[in-house]
């Protein structure tokens, strides 16, 4: 084996200078702290170098200060771009297993691998990846269910983020077109994903549950995109879905006051949406069960907003098909009303007789419940402005051929606050519900409504026997005009068949009048 050896000692003298010559030149290419520390630690590592190189020693120093100075240009870099890949913290590290200066760091990269959505349409599909982001979601939470934890800013913003790519979805459209509350056998539908839904929102829960978080800091990633896109959620069909996020927005109303108005002006657009386009939803009763605490804080006196949420939202929400599923919910709010401000209880009742349902029985035995709870809270000056038409109402109910209705339309009269206000007006409602409480007395096919009117007709002789006499009275009268019409009436009818018997045609006279007409008109006036 051969061995290259210069041929004079100047060549290998050259190139020994000229290597020190572009390692210099390089090293001034390299970026130098600006700290005086590190800055006397280049110069004396050049000034070592120098020396070294200048003495034609070995590489063994230079390559010291190559990787002294990249070591520095490491550091600086990590100090400018701290949230690289590089120094990023496993997320299958445990809170325990990492510092508390760490673990803000973790909690955001944990979050990050949870914003992953999986499809569970295919219950084959990426088992072990959901079942690592399930006990990932589930780290969180027990993380954030410790009272010492304060987020960072960065923290906060994960935690929306996550929260909103898991539940921020599109749902599919509805097809049915009977709405949700109107079929008995209807099966709710439950959520494929719920496993992870449900430690999404607990963990969202929580977040706005920490004593620790600063609403003000706070309300600019909870803000108004993503309170609409929460509230767009209330038309899931899962109604565990519903029950959460009812707990979500309830914390939220409660903490982030900035927000009230804008939640309750969305709310209604809900609202409006469903009793004038739509009256298709299926959160309307959670909805309603969050107000109904809400109203409950309203101060008085009340703004013309809360009234008007009363008579433009609350009200027609009685019209749509699909009541049954809200309704009770939809009552504990307008009671709540009529408690805060007892002169819009004529602004109810009023409402109530506006959407009265006619031909559905089961609507019609929902209003007189509701009717009942009113009254039973009302004044009496507000009794009195809507007695008349009120009762003119329920008497059309102890009329109705439908034996329930006509029960519980009995059944006003066994509350002890309404039969005071009954009995305390009685010139004016007894006239006008006495001929159907009389009729149901004497003869009804149903046994309890028979027995109800007994009791009540027993009610009115033992307040007033001069009135139910004079109701009698008034009643065989009423009873003989009603005969006489009828009479009048055949009579009529019988002429009109003689008429067409005898040959008459339609013909033509004075003043382009048929005869059939004129015997007509002149029947009528007969019978005046």
């Given at each position: ?220 990633y909870i803000d108004h995109p993503f309170l609409l896109k929460l ?73 013309k907003e809360h009234k008007a949420f009363l008579s433009r939202v ?161 009643v065989e009268e009423d009873k003989s005009a009603t005969t006489m ?44």
């Amino acid at each position: 084996m051969s061995i290259f050896v210069p041929e004079s000692p100047g060549l290998l003298l050259a190139a020994n200078s000229t290597i020190p010559t572009m390692i210099k030149q390089i090293l001034a290419k390299l970026p130098r702290k600006s700290s005086k520390s590190n800055q006397n630690y280049s110069d004396g590592s050049n000034a070592t170098a120098a020396a070294d190189l200048t003495n034609n020693g070995s590489f063994t120093n230079t390559c010291n200060v190559i990787s002294s100075r990249l070591n520095v240009v490491k550091k600086m870099s990590s100090s400018i771009f701290p949230t690289s890949n590089g120094d990023m913290i496993q997320p299958h590290l445990s809170f325990k297993d990492v510092q508390s200066s760490e673990k803000s760091r973790l909690l955001i990269s944990k979050l990050n691998l949870c914003s992953i959505v999986y499809d569970f349409n295919d219950q084959d599909k990426d088992n072990v990846e959901k079942d690592q982001k399930r006990q990932v979601l589930v780290e969180i939470l027990d993380y954030l269910g410790s009272d010492s934890v304060k987020l960072s800013e960065p923290a906060m913003s994960a935690i929306c983020k996550t929260c909103g790519n898991n539940l921020f979805r599109e749902f599919p459209p509805k097809y049915s077109d009977s709405p949700r509350g109107e079929t008995e056998d209807e099966d709710p539908w439950f959520d494929p994903a719920w496993s992870h839904l449900q430690l999404v929102y607990d963990i969202l829960l929580r977040f706005v549950s920490l004593t620790s978080l600063d609403p003000k800091v706070a309300k600019q990633y909870i803000d108004h995109p993503f309170l609409l896109k929460l509230l767009n959620l209330f038309d899931s069909e899962d109604p565990r879905e519903r029950d959460c996020l009812k707990s979500v927005l309830h914390r939220i109303y409660g903490k982030f006051m900035v927000h009230r108005s804008f939640i309750r002006m969305a709310v209604s657009n809900i609202m409006y949406q469903f009793v004038y386009e739509t009256e298709k939803h299926n959160g309307i009763a959670e909805l309603l069960e969050i107000f109904g605490s809400v109203i409950s804080g309203f101060t008085l006196p009340l703004k013309k907003e809360h009234k008007a949420f009363l008579s433009r939202v609350l009200i027609p929400l009685h019209k749509p098909k699909s009541v049954g599923s809200y309704h009770h919910q939809l009552t504990y709010c307008v009671v709540q009303f009529i408690e805060k401000d007892p002169k819009l209880t004529s602004v109810v009742i009023n409402g109530l007789l506006k959407y009265w349902p006619v031909t559905s029985s089961q609507k019609q035995l929902m209003f007189l419940s509701e009717l009942e709870e009113v009254l039973e809270i009302i004044r009496t000056d507000e009794f009195e402005k809507i007695m008349v038409p009120l009762f003119r109402r329920v008497k059309c109910c102890l009329d109705s051929y439908h034996f329930q209705v006509a029960e519980r339309a009995h059944f006003l009269w066994n509350n002890e606050h309404i039969r005071h206000l009954i009995m305390c007006n009685r010139q004016v409602i007894m006239p006008i519900v006495f001929s159907s409480i009389q009729q149901n007395s004497k003869k009804h096919r149903n046994r309890t409504v028979l027995n109800l009117a007994q009791n009540v007709m027993k009610m009115f002789n033992d307040a007033d026997e001069q009135l139910v006499l004079s109701c009698q009275g008034k009643v065989e009268e009423d009873k003989s005009a009603t005969t006489m019409v009828a009479e009048r009436r055949r009579l009529t009818w019988e002429r009109l068949e003689t008429v067409a018997s005898g040959g008459f045609v339609f013909q033509h006279i004075v003043g382009s009048v048929s005869v059939l007409e004129k015997t007509n008109t002149a029947t009528c006036v007969s019978c005046q």
